[in-house]
């Protein structure tokens, strides 16, 4: 991609992604304009823009869900250049079609594009949801998993953080409100060099707010029982044993070893998941029984990753 369009392509999803109410209408209509009439992007792809943004938020923290998905698009980016995806097909599709199917008995089943589910080829015990529905385990954490019940707690726990918007709530205000101020006091003209310089500063900004939080931070504790919550009631809805998650969390405190990287920096302690889990939502446990075809499927695709 070339320098200009690739600024461009920055620049689009920003102006999308820093404005609120009026104010993004406007600069994302100028910015769309200007692009389109230097041939710089397709008529089609510039009115499809244009269109997204027409159902803009009422607040600067509400976003459509055509803003998280370019957000969560560049998000996945980020992360795919620091871990490469395992490229095994009955791995992936399993993961996807048990994925679609949480998603569906999610409270969010709709999102912009859909979900999309990749085993990364990593060690670390780790997984990634960004806030346009990617949605990455890593083969660590799969070996974490006993069962299918285990693999579907995993999968439900990070679209919990997606239908919680956990991931867009990592992003500093400020830079929005910056953002903000100069788009609305140049409002009335195109956008200059330095103006466009900032946009494009800023949505990478945004960008590096979620995947510093995803990859180095973590989530606060809260957000993270929040998200074992919703992961409860989805497999619920679904027939799974609850308890999948507490085995798969019995598992990974044994495999986990402290001071590595992923869910050991950036997760709560899976004990404290545990006992979080069993106060709150009342389980008792039991060992998982998990049917001979479910068993089956399981280790027929991931059993041995
Ligand atoms: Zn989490």
Redesign the pocket.
Known sequence: MKRDSLILFLLLPASLVICGCQTMLTATEKVTTQAESIGMIHPSYAQAIKKSTGAVSKSIEEFTPEQEYYIGRSVAAVILTKYQPYTNQPANQYLNLLGQTLAQASDMPEIFRGYRFLVLNSDEIN?F?TPGGQIFVTRGLLRCCRNEDAVAAVLA??I??IQLK?GIQAIKKARITDALTTIAAESARALAPNEVAMLTETFGGAIMDITTTLINN??SRS??YE??NAAQTILRRLGYDPNGLVEMLMVMGKNLKSGESG?AK??PAPQDRIDEIQQKLGIKYSRVRTPDARQARFTKAVGKI
């Open positions: 997984a949801a726990h990070e919990g953080h956990h973590g989530y957000f993270e998200a074992d869910f950036t997760h």
